[in-house]
């Protein structure tokens, strides 16, 4: 079981930076892939980015591709999302996701405002 706790959204203008972290309660956190995803009011979840355990293979959807960028602190049971260049479309609670085994754990949200 792996608890994950998301911190760092909040309301930024356009244009705008926010750093969203997410904290992993579990030893074995370098063993997870680790994902964001977001959803927006009355649209389904999607993709953002993800990485590998090693930091080395990261993806990303296309329409934060050169804005946002992942990463990974194995020490610290922590993955990160800068996100820069805000724009309005980008508003959603964001989730945090660790993958293993054929087993997702999910984080409760943290919401992503962007005024224009």
């Known amino acids: 079981q792996v608890q994950l706790v998301e911190s760092g959204g909040g309301l930024v203008q356009a244009g705008g930076s926010l750093r969203l972290s997410c904290a992993a309660s579990t030893r074995t956190f370098s063993a997870y892939a680790m994902g964001w995803f977001r959803q927006a009011p009355g649209k389904e979840r999607e993709f953002v980015a993800a990485i590998r355990w090693s930091g080395i293979l990261i993806y990303y959807a296309d329409s934060v591709k050169g804005r946002f960028t992942i990463s990974r602190d194995n020490a610290k049971n922590t993955v990160y999302l800068q996100m820069n260049s805000l724009n309005p479309e980008d508003t959603a609670v964001y989730y945090c996701?660790?993958?293993?085994?054929?087993?997702?754990?999910w984080g409760q949200g943290t919401q992503v405002t962007v005024s224009s």
């Open positions: 996701n660790a993958r293993a085994d054929g087993t997702d754990y």
